[in-house]
């Protein structure tokens, strides 16, 4: 026994210098074990077998966890496979959804603004109505205002004409009155010394006195132009009294077209005003339609950039971690491959591997 494993030692040997020499066929086996050193679970793997075979475990033994490493690998591929399907599936209709989102958002701002624009140019027209409406119901308050002073005016003079003239009529009724019984032809003498007496305490007297110097023709006279004042201011002071009458109806009339108009416009105002204050509403509105808009796009776009940016890394990560996977499917191929039909040269190269 102890000749048979010298020999086998000794071959061992024999075949591990004869690898070295760049002629030797194993050394192309030599080469793919070195490129599996390269990688961690190579490694690991050229670990477990070298203690397997040291250990006297049988081949199948690993083969078996060889093959269940493999199969695992792939099922884990598939399940990545089948979770990166559902990822892009996901990706795509959340992104879809983000999307519409940012479609309807700017659909949402474009029309805002345009309606904005529109109430905007409402709102300064109806604004400047009812301001415009206001300063004419001004104008027409201070008018009603000047017409009523003036009117309040005109019939305190008229009644003061009035008044006076009734007066001079009354004075000049008497002065008739009283003329028409005296006598003329009195000697001038006799009617100085009277009014001397008289003086200036009675003016109708002292006309009366001086008068009864007359001739009777002159008195006549005299009586008939008093008559003809007396009906001039008569006719004088019922001209005056139908102007006034007429002053009185036409200020009236006037006063009535003037509360009509205020009417008119105070109706109009109201309306403007009512216009005003539901497009000023609306206006607010699209207003806040706009900004809820403006937000609503702005989480949209971020939204929409997270996400591109999170399937993005899954996408590397996939790829990084599938591509990892299928080397190490790649190696575990391999060491069977070898191990299935190579391996004396696999545990000469172990045997080495120890020893260095």
């Not at 206001?134 to 000047?146: A, R, S, Y």
Request: proline letters at 1%.
């Amino acid at each position: 026994m102890k000749l048979i494993l010298i020999a086998l030692l000794g071959l061992t040997l024999t075949q591990a210098v004869f690898v070295k020499r760049s002629n030797d066929p194993s050394r192309a086996i030599f080469t793919q074990l070195e490129a599996m050193e390269e990688h961690e679970l190579g490694r690991k793997l050229l670990d477990t077998i070298a203690l397997q075979l040291n250990n006297k475990a049988p081949l199948g033994d690993i083969a078996k966890m060889l093959q269940q490493l493999r199969e695992n690998l792939i099922l884990n591929q598939q399940e990545a496979d089948q979770k990166h399907a559902q990822d892009e599936v996901d990706c795509e209709t959340e992104i879809y959804q983000y999307n519409r989102r940012i479609d309807f958002a700017s659909n949402e701002i474009t029309e805002s603004t345009q309606e904005i624009q529109t109430l905007s140019a409402k709102v300064e027209q109806l604004t400047q109505d009812v301001e415009d409406k206001q300063v004419q119901l001004d104008i027409l308050n201070e008018q009603e205002t000047q017409i009523r002073e003036q009117r309040a005016e005109d019939a305190e003079s008229f009644k003061k004409f009035e008044n006076e003239t009734e007066n001079v009529i009354e004075a000049v009724e008497v002065i008739i009155q009283r003329l028409s019984s005296i006598q003329p032809d009195q000697e001038v003498l006799a009617a100085l010394t009277q009014l001397n007496k008289i003086g200036a305490s009675n003016p109708i007297l002292a006309l009366m006195q001086v008068a009864s110097t007359f001739s009777a023709e002159q008195l006549n006279n005299v009586l008939g132009k008093l008559g003809e004042v007396s009906t001039q201011l008569a006719e004088a002071l019922e001209n005056a009294r139908q102007t006034e009458i007429q002053a009185q109806l036409d200020f009236e009339a006037l006063v009535v077209e003037i509360a009509s108009q205020r009417e008119s416009l105070s109706a109009a105002r109201e309306d403007s005003e009512r216009q005003l204050q539901d497009n000023q509403q609306a206006l607010d509105l699209q207003k806040k339609r706009k900004e809820d808009a403006t937000d609503e796009l702005n989480a949209a776009s971020s939204g929409k950039e997270q996400k591109e940016a999170e399937c993005d890394s899954w996408r590397t990560q996939y790829a990084e971690d599938s591509e990892h996977r299928q080397q190490e499917i790649s190696i575990i191929r391999q060491v069977e491959e070898i191990l299935a039909t190579k391996l004396s040269n696999v545990k000469v190269y172990l045997q080495e591997r120890s020893s260095a």
